[in-house]
Structures are given as C-alpha cells and as structure tokens.
C-alpha cells in the first residue's frame, strides 16, 4: 500500500487549517488517514506548525513519500534533516549521539531566525502605528490651524452687518 505524507483541509471557507497526515495514496484529501502527524495554520504570521517530527521520521523510514506541501514543512521543522541523520547513523557514518547534537544545533539556529522574524515583524507594525499617529497628528494640526484662519474673518462682517442693519432703523 503506497502511503503519501500530505495535508488534510479543515477549516472554513476563506481560512484553510491543515492536519499532516500519513495517509493511503489511493484515499480522498479529506478522508480515511493512517496517522495523524500534526497541523498546519497558515493563517498566522508566521504560520503556525505542529509537527510530531518522530512520527514524521517513523513514515518516512517505512517508505512514505510526502507531497511537495508537505516535504516543505517536513524540511521547515526538521523532520527531513533527522530522517536524513538516522540514515547516516544506520549507515555508521557517526554515533546517535553526534547525530542528536547536529540537530539540536540546527534546531536552536532555525529558533533563532524565526525569533529575529517575529522582531522584525514587531517593530514594522509598531513603525507604520507610529508614522500613521504622525500622520494624523499633522492632519489635525492642518486642520485647526484652517478652522482658526476661518473664524477670524467671519467675525469682522457680522458687525458690520449690524451696523448696516441698525443704520436702515
């Protein structure tokens, strides 16, 4: 039985969440699945991920081929890097031990980029909130500055119409 790593649709319209399942090639998108893996929000900045990236490495292993979707995701929380360490430990390339250590090097390094991406996600919004309350702080000042400009002249011709109207008495 040929068994695919893919995403199963959930959700509503307009906001799509995914499972990664393993699953029977011959199976529907949205039906009967082996394993459920984990989950998938691309609705979020960054989008969310939940991997069980030991039973992602236990399919793969057994033969599983994951779809272009899900071989992304699989490589984004290391899923692919492990298979491929297991492999080479199998293989007596180097211990499980040094094997452990590469990935968990490479698992605090891809911490720290997604860390620096929410930064700078952050500060951009907290840049274009502080640009728009300027913007608008110079709207407003505009604005009371036209509203006093038009005051003062209107004063002037509503004496001057008393005036005329107490000369026609």
């Known amino acids: 039985m040929p068994v695919k790593i893919r995403l199963q649709r959930h959700g509503k319209k307009g906001k799509p969440y995914y499972w990664i399942v ?8 949205d039906g ?13 900045n960054p989008a969310t991920i939940e991997l069980d990236v030991d039973g992602a490495v236990k ?11 899900a071989r992304a995701i699989l490589s ?3 899923a692919m890097l492990k298979n491929h360490l297991a492999i080479g430990v199998k293989k007596g390339a ?3 031990e040094e094997a452990e250590k590469k990935f968990q090097a490479w698992l605090d390094d891809k911490a720290a980029k997604i860390d620096a991406k929410k930064d700078g996600l952050a500060k951009a919004d907290a840049d ?8 608008e702080k110079a709207v407003n000042e505009a604005r009371i500055a036209v509203e006093e400009v038009v005051e003062e002249p209107t004063e002037e011709p509503t004496v001057a119409k008393a005036e005329a109207s107490n000369e026609e008495e």
């Open 22 to 29: 393993a699953a029977d090639a011959r199976s529907k998108r």
């Open 32 to 44: 009967r699945y082996l394993d459920k893996l984990g989950a998938y929000n691309p609705n979020t």
């Open 76 to 78: 984004y929380k290391g």
């Open 94 to 96: 180097f211990t499980e």
């Open 59 to 69: 399919w793969l292993q057994n033969g599983a081929q994951p779809t272009d979707t």
């Open 128 to 135: 274009a909130k502080a640009k728009a309350l300027a913007a």
